[in-house]
């Protein structure tokens, strides 16, 4: 049992207030778990050496894809659980997995936990994190045991099946698994190419091999969650995993990431990752979800819902998994399907460029000589031919003789296309003319970076070559590509796979193509008109709409924005501020008042992007505050002293900048947005002025200081004005932060001369106070939105005022009871609450006194 006490020890000022009864509190909430899971997470994750972390395919999964994960099982009420991590780290999804089975109306009796790790120093943790899963057990009566097995997961599991099998003896043990498997590529002659080989398995990378083994060891109907690349949906590396694991498992959630960046942030991972959810039942779903989100804490999530047979064709022999993640892309995979030829239909194939350069190496030229033929490679990609020569540091020639025979061609026409593009280029799939006509040799050699289209060897006509180059330079084709391929790399079998236009309507695209190759724009138009017959001006056309938002981020880029603002969500949120629709012109925009409801409203309704119902905070935090500080957007013009954290606030394009956006797209537009930006800081200093009008006064050593308003700056008003003369008399203010800006006061040399020096202001709390009466450092946090001091945050604390030379208090302030009571159980022992509306009364949360009684003017015992 816990009590809440006066605080005497440590010589606060402390006053009772009768009506409070509370009973007990929880020593550790599910909430609290996760903080001190995740922190150890973090202080591992910076002691593990950048190499080992690749070298082991070793990255710890981050609290917010740990918990993301563990919401998406769907039977967390059987009577018993056992769940298996295979490459457990420090525990962080188990932990989350067991949070979420602690919070189940219904509880399990019984909940089992077999963790695989052979890391000795993440060992270490994953035992601190389990006897954390063991208390949160007991606070809610579930049986709790756990096994960690410090053995080689693929090896062990190897075993158990293959004595399963040879016993007649089912080795299937556990009803659920979450993984964050190794990624690692695994050698063809291998130790555990073997293993994996013997249980039905050939892959050339681990993360394929984790998951197999774990479905293997599933019983019938038990859930499948995992993060993992994106890659094993589709190319031929991973034909046989998919089929070994669609075979057994049927998908039931997908949850897509937007940005490559945010779910492992901390480790700079690029691969584009997704988390998948499945059961152990041959019998598929009718339809699957598809979830997307920028990043793993974000609370604004797209949801799709898809045909299972959409997701995966039962005609298709390579199984290819179709991930759909919204009504425009359904209605792109729609309009590819109205394509039915195959390269072959076309009498055409597609092969890699043949001259591998480093080999190649002494019959490279620099440039052309007497007994030479070109060479092409991306770098003379130019508007849809080949500019050759180039002056570049790549050889632009090749000596033609007989050893080098077998890497040349007949120079004719052919198209090319780049194996390799770059995540930050417009386009995925990037296509070229190579007229043979503009060279006088008989032969040429392409590189290997390059694909090239040819018939049995051959070159194609100008005109079929034209035509085809501008199908895989549309915008159609591009987002098609980008849907189901997770990398960069264009294969070869790839382009095999996509499906093409009839003979006869390639060589129309070509016909209307002369030696002026067309801009994406015209290119969509040519695919529209001559291939789908659809008017470009249709509500409904998922080409308008992707462009539209492609326009939108490439105005965004051009104002500077940071690439963390160049995203979908940034797009489309500007879109909705300018009740921009996808085939209205740019002149068109206008500037209405917007909350963020009507934000989301606008984008599902005109964008097809549906979110899931709940809070907003994603689009207000990640995307419109940047939005103000940029002076894109003003909040509030309707009523400035209506506080930034209002329900009520609403956002409107700033006057100057929707001047600028209206000429996007005309001759305007490059002169307009070169004046914008050479004004735009003196707007930032306009709305600052004009925001500074509606801000909070307070007093600070005799000098007027201002907050901006709202809320949590009228609670730090009250705790300046009241806190401090009750609880820390004549103590010093050192530090007053403030919502709008990094703080308004900051005396740093006070802070220096008692041991501290902080350079960053962004894990600062509300409020610094030196009592000097007891020389104590009171650390004071503001709760009006935000947590209060858990576990978590009181470590934060504790390690970023380390070096402090005098003691330090940590003290959490509302400005109701009522608000108070939605956080009491994550509050860490050892601090202090104090809320506004009762300023003279403090509550000290102690955790080594159980029970503790105080008079009043009648007995009451808390």
């Known amino acids: 049992m816990t009590a809440i006490v006066p605080s005497i020890s440590r010589g606060l000022v402390a006053s009772h207030n009768s009506s409070l009864k509370f009973t007990s509190l929880a020593e550790i909430s599910s909430g609290n778990l996760l903080a001190q899971v995740d922190l150890h997470r973090t202080v ?49 999804l188990l932990a989350a997995f067991v949070a979420k089975v602690c919070q189940q109306p219904q509880h399990t009796s019984s ?37 960690i097995r410090e053995n080689d997961f693929i090896e062990d599991a190897v075993k158990l099946l293959q004595v399963g099998l040879l016993n007649s003896v089912n080795a299937t043990e556990f009803t659920h698994a979450i993984l964050n498997p190794p990624y690692l590529k695994i050698n063809a002659n291998s130790k555990m190419r073997e293993l994996l080989r013997s249980i039905g398995l050939e892959t050339s990378n681990l993360y394929t091999g984790f998951m197999a083994a774990t479905a293997q060891l599933l019983k019938p109907n038990g859930e499948f969650v995992a993060i993992t690349p994106r890659s094993f949906c589709n190319g031929p590396y991973f034909r046989d995993f998919r089929k070994m694991f669609l075979e057994m498992m049927a998908l039931q959630q997908v949850h897509l990431f937007e940005s490559r960046q945010e779910a492992f942030s901390d480790d700079d991972i690029l691969q584009e990752t997704i988390i998948i959810q499945a059961t152990k039942q ?33 005609d298709d022999l390579e199984q290819f998994i179709h991930i759909i993640p919204d009504q425009i892309s359904q209605q792109i995979v729609q309009r590819i399907a109205l394509f039915t030829c195959t390269l072959k239909d076309l009498g055409l194939t ?35 031919y080949i500019e050759h020569p180039k002056i570049t540091k790549k050889p632009q020639a090749i000596v033609s003789l007989e050893k080098t025979k077998n890497l040349l061609i007949p120079n004719e026409h052919y198209v090319l296309c780049k194996r390799f593009s770059s995540k930050e280029e417009k386009r995925r799939i990037v296509a070229v003319v190579y007229d043979a006509d503009q060279f006088n040799y008989a032969s040429v050699g392409f590189e290997n970076h390059l694909n090239y289209f040819h018939k049995s060897g051959r070159g194609l006509s100008l005109t079929l070559a034209r035509g085809l180059a501008v199908y895989l330079n549309s915008t159609l084709v591009d987002a098609f590509f980008r849907l189901f391929n997770g990398h960069t790399q264009v294969n070869a079998t790839d382009l095999r796979k996509l499906k093409y236009p009839n003979l006869e309507q390639l060589l129309s695209l070509g016909t209307a193509i002369k030696e002026q190759f067309p801009s994406l724009r015209e290119i969509d ?38 690439r963390e603002q160049l995203n979908k969500q940034s797009a489309l949120t500007l879109l909705a501020l300018l009740d921009l629709k996808p085939t209205d012109s740019w002149q068109l925009a206008t500037s209405p008042l917007m909350g963020i409801k009507r934000m989301i409203d606008f984008i599902g309704q005109h964008y097809d992007k549906v979110y899931l119902t709940g809070t907003r905070e994603g689009i207000r935090k990640k995307t419109v505050h940047q939005f ?22 609403v956002y409107q394009i700033e006057n100057s900048a929707l001047e600028l956006l209206r000429t996007y797209g005309t001759d305007e537009w490059e002169k307009s947005i070169r004046t914008y930006l050479a004004s735009v800081e003196t707007l930032k200093k306009q709305y600052a002025q004009e925001r500074k009008m509606s801000h909070i006064p307070i007093v600070i050593d005799g000098e007027i200081k201002t907050l901006s308003p709202g809320n949590h700056n009228n609670l730090i008003k009250k705790i300046i004005n009241d806190f401090v003369p009750s609880f820390t008399p004549g103590g010093k203010l050192i530090y007053v932060g403030d919502t709008a800006k990094k703080f308004a006061y900051f005396d740093d040399a006070a802070l220096a001369d008692l041991g501290v020096n902080i350079d960053s202001h962004g894990k600062m709390p509300d409020v610094i106070i030196h009592f000097t009466t007891n020389n104590w450092l009171v650390l004071i946090e503001a709760v009006t939105s935000h947590g209060p001091i858990n576990p978590k945050r ?3 604390l504790e390690v970023l005022f380390r070096n402090a030379q005098i003691p330090l208090v940590m003290v959490t302030t509302f400005l109701s009871r009522k608000a108070m009571v939605a956080y009491l159980a994550e509050i860490a022992w050892e601090t202090d609450v104090w809320v506004a509306e009762d300023s003279t009364h403090l509550i000290h949360f102690n955790g080594e006194s159980l029970l503790q009684a105080y008079q009043i003017e009648k007995e009451q015992t808390l």
Do not use: W
């Open 44 to 92: 591992a994750s910076l002691k593990l050496r950048q190499d080992k972390k690749a070298s082991m395919g070793q990255f710890l999964t981050p609290a917010s894809v740990a918990q993301l994960m563990a919401g998406m099982f769907n039977r967390l009420d059987l009577p018993e659980i056992s769940l298996l991590d295979a490459g457990a780290g420090i525990g962080s």
């Open 111 to 147: 909940l089992r936990v077999v963790a695989y790790e052979i890391d000795p120093f993440l060992i270490g943790y994953l035992h601190q994190t389990l006897d954390l899963c063991n208390k949160e057990c007991q606070r809610v009566d579930i049986s709790f045991n756990y096994e």
């Open 282 to 314: 041959r019998k598929k779903s009718s339809n699957v979800i598809i979830n997307t989100s920028y990043g793993s804490n974000d609370d604004l999530i797209m949801s799709h819902y898809i045909p299972y047979l959409d997701l995966v064709q039962p």
């Open 350 to 384: 597609v092969s890699t460029g043949r001259v591998v350069d480093f080999r190649a190496k002494e019959y490279l030229r620099t440039n052309a000589e007497s007994n030479t033929v070109p060479l092409i490679y991306p770098v003379n990609f130019s508007n849809g």
């Open 525 to 562: 138009e040519l695919i529209e008109n001559q291939l789908l017959g659809m008017s470009n001006l249709s509500e409904n056309n998922p080409i308008a709409t992707k462009s539209r938002i492609d326009e939108a981020l490439q105005v965004l880029k051009q104002l500077g924005f940071p």
């Open 628 to 649: 103000k500080d940029a002076a894109l957007v003003v909040s509030n013009p309707d009523n400035p002293s209506r506080p930034t954290n209002s329900p009520k606030t």
């Open 794 to 796: 009181k470590k934060e």
